[in-house]
């Protein structure tokens, strides 16, 4: 049987089907990896209670796992403690960027769920000068922006705390 610190590994290689550049790593929607005998057990967060990721998700963990020789997978979803953005890692926010997305920013009130920040730059131009359009963007955990430089629209991943 595998270790816990290769099956982590293995996570890397399940990608976020809403957001192709992050894996589940990146996300923190891996919380934790189990050998319990021949078996294998994942538990993961979604992002938020109604992702329609997840399902995709856990069957891209099963499949992964089978393709490297691991038959018995369990994959635990738990909703608690939640998900918050804190659980990004430092290079998902870089990739979030990269790809063309505002990762959170810390300049918020974060005892509001889906709070705005004041300002969120613009991840193509990094321009402060942006403006909310509407508070839903392609899905439910972004908002939509424009910048007010580049004139480029972009998503911006909601701060949950």
Known sequence: MVSTDQIRQYMEEVFDP???????????VLRKVEVIGDT???????????????????????????????????????????????????????????YGIAPPENEMDKSVLFAEPTIVPCPKCDSRDTKL????GSTACKAHYQCST????????????
């Open 133 to 136: 359009v509407s508070q839903f």
């Open 150 to 161: 580049c004139l480029e629209p972009y998503d911006y991943f909601k701060c949950l705390k």
């Open 40 to 98: 294998v057990k994942i538990t993961i967060t979604p992002t938020y209670s109604g992702c329609p990721a997840m399902k995709r998700i856990e069957d891209d963990i099963v499949e992964l796992l089978k393709e490297k020789g691991i038959d018995k997978v369990e994959v635990d979803l738990v909703l608690s403690p939640a998900w918050t953005t804190d659980w990004l890692s430092a290079e998902g926010r870089v990739k979030l960027k990269e």
């Open 18 to 28: 809403e957001v192709p550049v992050l894996t589940i790593v990146d996300l923190g």
